[in-house]
């Protein structure tokens, strides 16, 4: 059973920045398209930004583009999301995600394994 633990997230004033963290167990990590999620209350669930397994592509939504970066460390099986310039409309749980899917995955039915979730919430 592969386990996700998200981490970084908190109380933030708008403009500033903050750095999720998302280590997963298992052997198989680099095996692994891993993307980052959001919801909102009263929201569906978005794809933020997604990185391919060995990290050479990535894809985010066009809300954090030039604001959020996704990375990913193998090595240490932990991927993260860094998140700059952050607005009150960026508040949501944050849900890291990996998906055994052959192909880049960008929706949440492609993806097989959560975390918990981290709550980031910006203060206008």
């Known amino acids: 059973q592969v386990q996700l633990v998200e981490s970084g997230g908190g109380l933030v004033q708008a403009g500033g920045s903050l750095r999720l963290s998302c280590t997963t167990s298992?052997?198989?990590?680099?095996?692994?398209?891993m993307g980052w999620f959001r919801q909102a209350p009263g929201k569906e669930r978005e794809s933020v930004a997604v990185?391919?397994?060995?990290?050479?592509?990535?894809y985010y939504v066009d809300s954090v583009k030039g604001r959020f970066t996704i990375s990913r460390d193998n090595a240490k099986n932990t991927v993260f999301l860094q998140m700059n310039s952050l607005k009150p409309e960026d508040t949501a749980v944050y849900y890291c995600?990996?998906?055994?899917?052959?192909?880049?995955?960008?929706?949440?039915?492609?993806?097989?394994?959560w975390g918990q979730g981290t709550q980031v919430t910006v203060s206008s």
């Open positions: 298992g052997r198989t990590f680099s095996s692994y398209h």
């Open positions: 990185i391919s397994a060995n990290g050479g592509y990535a």
């Open positions: 995600a990996a998906s055994t899917s052959y192909s880049i995955a960008y929706y949440s039915y492609q993806y097989d394994y």
